[in-house]
């Protein structure tokens, strides 16, 4: 059974800063990553997608990498401001496409 | 470009009774799927639908039915409500391995 795994589970940083999510998966075999990000009391918003043949997806400030082999996947966020305070998820797709496997998330404060 | 819409946002039941989640797409994705959100748990897949016609099982799908007649709309079916139902539920879209996108949840408090 696949399991997700996200490291920090909370992290508070000044404004400023660049950071780095961790998100690590216990079997190799899927087929792309998705990064999410929820404000309390709300949905998901999609950040990144990133397909099992990319090795790094870019958005804005924001950029995401995968490495199959060892089950890992990044969220680095450069220069971060108060308005990117919020949980951030990464979830898995399994090869057959029909399933995503969530973390459990990372929560950020970015303090002024 | 509405997305994914889910109705009600909040709702509360009582033990035993029936209601159904709305979940409807306008991005003509054949994939949609229900979740739960659960504190210490996470988001866990309820039912997924592949196309009209199919649906299966998730990770944990008792208690709750599905059907799909349209390629826009699945709702979720709660028969008989129990207090461990209580949990925000999501409904997400995306075409086969594509982007998911995500409605804004229901919250549901079952008394």
Sequence with gaps: ?112 | NAGVTQTPKFQVLKTGQSMTLQCAQDMNHEYMSWYRQDPGMGLRLIHYSVGAGITDQGEVPNGYNVSRSTTEDFPLRLLSAAPSQTSVYFCASSFRRGEAFFGQGTRLTVV
Excluded: H
């Excluded at chain 1, 998966?25 to 087929?31: G, K, L």
């Design chain 1, 1 to 112: 059974k696949q399991e997700v795994t996200q490291i920090p589970a909370a992290l508070s940083v000044p404004e400023g800063e660049n950071l780095v999510l961790n998100c690590s998966f216990t079997d190799s075999a899927i087929y792309n990553l998705q990064w999410f990000r929820q404000d309390p009391g709300k949905g998901l918003t999609s950040l990144l997608l990133i397909q099992s043949s990319q090795r790094e997806q870019t958005s804005g400030r924001l950029n995401a990498s995968l490495d199959k082999s060892s089950g890992r996947s990044t969220l680095y966020i450069a220069a971060s401001q108060p308005g990117d305070s919020a949980t951030y998820l990464c979830a898995v797709y399994n090869n057959a496409g029909n399933m995503l496997t969530f973390g459990g998330g990372t929560r950020l404060m970015v303090k002024p």
